[in-house]
């Protein structure tokens, strides 16, 4: 490969580059502000949150974050603003630009900003975080300044998988997990334990799209896991897989079956083969945050939320659940309020 | 062990394939030119954004398709003239291509949904049988309108670089541009030629990928582009063997699926998930190296 790089040639080769770092470093630039600026006593007080793996737009998890977020914009008139990191590499310096910047709170949406958070917050003791699904240093203390918000999942895959064992006919249905870690197997253990508790002949066909937090954007490998479960036999489809989970929607339309959505109303994405989704109330957690912080009495720590708190749930009225019979509902509801009596134990993993 | 040797594995080794396929098949083309080409990344996730973007504004898939494949051939066509005009060298200006389309695929989205994550969903092609049963399964994957595009690319390639006066110039402009040059051929023009064909035809493999879930996701090519151009080399840049490797691999992903289910609680479960990268490197490891490369692969007519 002889190379004669003439002047013209080498000055394009930059100019190519720079063209394509530029494009790529303007991904990390602060979205527009979301709202007009907002009138009201709460008007200085600014919310910068950076969302997880997902993003935007992923009718799920990250979304159901967004939601609180304008909420907490539009009903306490907060400054907010939002950041989607494309990598790992860009999840602490976007959480770092907020906190430069003078954010009076800055939220990560999932656990994959745990270990971010508890740096950044280091380095900037005067201003608060809060992460979702937080897990805390396996050594250590948690920041002071750090809420971490964390939600019994398995309580709520309960209710879906107890959904899922008496809508069943061929005795088998299917999960999905995104990445493989103790967070999704919560949902996968509850979801096996409600499935177990009205039908202990199901089998449950379980599988996780991968080991990198990739897995939580690969609809390509969802409809492949979904495809497999389904064509052994499930009729019934849940996802805990973030946008892996369309995929999961696409093969469930197809084959003919129904799937049940996660941690937002997934009824949209798929109507006529969601048959209801696991809601996880990220926007109240998010919306909570950060009322406190407007009103001065954010709390750092841990908090859980769970049946019992209404934080966790499935989507059980309306046009969005009239997928199942009532008879199903009324039988799903007497074991909701045992879980939240404390009489059913259900296990984490 | 039915469940390995059945319709579902068949129909899903082939849905996984084609925009393995389709990539590895743009790769020959450039490459048997004489043109290094290492942006076939960016091109598939170029033609899977652009599919979803127009699908969803003209609600088209025709048309999506169609755009694609024109934006496939432009930047094909803009790695050419960094290339072959201005002698930018070829992995360079591959990055660069790799890099524009991750960058511009996210900015476009958060342009047009203010995501930068995913796009709506859209209404693509669906045709075949709803059902679970393997039959139906490989019938909606064969009922596909890109797949069958696909299928006349991967057929067509052998045939037309080997017997058409087209492919021996492609074939000559690959092997020595220097005496192509000579006898006449603009090497140049030709090579040019050559990568719109790639272009188009990775570019059907990108907006395979999207229309098979209905929407667009930054970043979907998750390297497809790159194991196609390992498929490239292992069949020693011949088309047919190619397109066979990348059914293979699609065979070894699906086989990584329908095993996890039965294995993931038993300790080898995570090690069956790396089964297609495993053979992958094994491959590239035990096959000799560069066998069958292009001789002026890199290379130009005049200095």
């Known amino acids: 490969m002889a190379e004669r790089s003439t002047p013209a040639a080498s000055k394009l080769t930059v100019v190519t580059l720079v063209v394509s770092l530029a494009a790529a470093a303007s991904t990390l630039l602060p979205a527009r502000a979301e709202e007009p600026r907002p009138e009201g006593p709460h008007a200085k007080v600014r919310?910068?949150?950076?969302?997880?793996?997902?993003?935007?737009?992923?009718?799920?998890?990250?979304?159901?974050?967004?939601?609180?977020?304008?909420?907490?914009?539009?009903?306490?008139?907060?400054?907010?603003?939002?950041?989607?990191?494309?990598?790992?590499?860009?999840?602490?310096?976007?959480?770092?630009?907020?906190?430069?910047?003078?954010?009076?709170?800055?939220?990560?949406?999932?656990?994959?900003?745990?270990?971010?958070?508890?740096?950044?917050?280091?380095?900037?003791?005067?201003?608060?975080?809060?992460?979702?699904?937080?897990?805390?240093?396996?050594?250590?203390?948690?920041?002071?300044?750090?809420?971490?918000?964390?939600?019994?999942?398995?309580?709520?895959?309960?209710?879906?998988?107890?959904?899922?064992?008496?809508?069943?006919?061929?005795?088998?249905?299917?999960?999905?997990?995104?990445?493989?870690?103790?967070?999704?197997?919560?949902?996968?253990?509850?979801?096996?334990?409600?499935?177990?508790?009205?039908?202990?002949?199901?089998?449950?066909?379980?599988?996780?799209?991968?080991?990198?937090?990739?897995?939580?954007?690969?609809?390509?490998?969802?409809?492949?896991?979904?495809?497999?479960?389904?064509?052994?036999?499930?009729?019934?489809?849940?996802?805990?897989?973030?946008?892996?989970?369309?995929?999961?929607?696409?093969?469930?339309?197809?084959?003919?079956?129904?799937?049940?959505?996660?941690?937002?109303?997934?009824?949209?994405?798929?109507?006529?083969?969601?048959?209801?989704?696991?809601?996880?109330?990220?926007?109240?957690?998010?919306?909570?945050?950060?009322?406190?912080?407007?009103?001065?009495?954010?709390?750092?720590?841990?908090?859980?939320?769970?049946?019992?708190?209404?934080?966790?749930?499935?989507?059980?009225?309306?046009?969005?659940?009239?997928?199942?019979?009532?008879?199903?509902?009324?039988?799903?509801?007497?074991?909701?309020?045992?879980?939240?009596?404390?009489?059913?134990?259900?296990?984490?993993? | 062990m039915s469940s390995i040797f059945s319709l579902t594995m068949l129909a899903e080794s082939i849905r996984i394939a084609v925009p393995y396929a389709c990539a590895a098949i743009g790769g020959v083309w450039a490459e048997r030119a004489g043109v290094i080409q290492i942006g076939l990344e960016g091109i598939l996730l170029t033609g899977a954004f652009t599919a979803v973007a127009v699908t969803h504004a003209t609600h088209s898939p025709t048309l999506g398709l169609v755009a694609a494949i024109g934006a496939g051939i432009t930047l094909s066509l803009g790695h050419g003239q960094l290339t072959e005009r201005a002698r930018v060298h070829a992995v360079i200006s591959g990055i660069a291509l790799n890099l524009l389309a991750l960058a511009a695929t996210r900015m476009g989205l958060r342009a047009l949904y203010d995501s930068a994550s995913n796009s709506p969903g859209i209404e693509a092609f669906r045709f075949g049988p709803t059902g679970a049963t393997g039959g139906a399964m490989l019938l909606r994957v064969l009922a596909d309108p890109v797949f069958f595009c696909a299928l006349a690319a991967v057929a067509a390639t052998p045939f037309v670089l080997r017997n058409t006066r087209f492919g021996l110039r492609v074939r000559a402009a690959g092997e020595n541009p220097v005496a192509a040059a000579s006898v006449g051929i603009s090497v140049t023009r030709v090579r040019l030629a050559a990568l719109a064909v790639s272009g188009a035809i990775c570019a059907l493999g990108g907006a395979h990928l999207a229309y098979d879930q209905q929407r667009f996701e930054s970043g979907m090519s998750a390297g497809r582009g790159f194991i196609a151009l390992a498929a490239v080399v292992v069949s020693g840049w011949r088309a047919g063997r190619a397109a066979l490797a990348c059914l293979v691999f699609g065979v070894l992903e699906a086989l990584q699926i329908v095993l996890q289910d039965e294995v993931r609680k038993t300790a080898i479960g995570d090690l069956i998930q790396t089964l297609p990268y495993v053979a992958t490197l094994l491959v590239l490891a035990l096959a000799p190296r560069r066998a069958g490369a292009p001789e002026g692969l890199g290379k130009h007519a005049a200095p």
């Open chain 1, 47 to 349: 919310v910068g949150l950076v969302f997880d793996v997902g993003g935007r737009g992923d009718k799920s998890f990250n979304d159901a974050a967004y939601e609180g977020l304008s909420r907490a914009a539009r009903e306490l008139g907060v400054t907010t603003e939002v950041l989607e990191p494309s990598g790992a590499e860009d999840r602490e310096a976007a959480m770092r630009l907020f906190a430069a910047r003078g954010f009076d709170l800055v939220i990560g949406v999932g656990f994959i900003f745990s270990t971010d958070v508890n740096v950044v917050a280091r380095d900037f003791p005067s201003t608060r975080f809060a992460c979702i699904d937080y897990a805390p240093p396996m050594e250590g203390v948690m920041p002071p300044n750090v809420a971490g918000l964390r939600f019994r999942e398995e309580e709520g895959s309960f209710l879906v998988g107890a959904v899922a064992g008496l809508m069943s006919k061929t005795g088998h249905v299917g999960f999905v997990g995104g990445m493989d870690i103790p967070l999704i197997r919560k949902f996968e253990a509850g979801y096996r334990a409600g499935v177990q508790e009205v039908c202990p002949r199901c089998e449950v066909h379980a599988a996780f799209a991968g080991t990198t937090p990739d897995a939580f954007r690969d609809p390509v490998k969802g409809k492949a896991l979904a495809n497999s479960e389904i064509a052994a036999g499930a009729d019934v489809v849940y996802h805990a897989a973030g946008t892996t989970g369309h995929g999961v929607f696409e093969a469930a339309r197809d084959m003919g079956v129904k799937a049940i959505g996660v941690d937002a109303d997934q009824h949209d994405e798929m109507p006529g083969t969601v048959l209801t989704s696991m809601i996880k109330r990220g926007d109240v957690a998010v919306f909570d945050t950060i009322r406190d912080v407007a009103e001065g009495r954010f709390q750092a720590g841990l908090r859980t939320f769970g049946l019992a708190e209404g934080a966790v749930g499935y989507v059980d009225e309306g046009p969005h659940a009239a997928g199942i019979p009532e008879d199903t509902k009324r039988k799903v509801e007497a074991l909701e309020q045992r879980v939240i009596r404390g009489e059913i134990k259900i296990p984490e993993r």
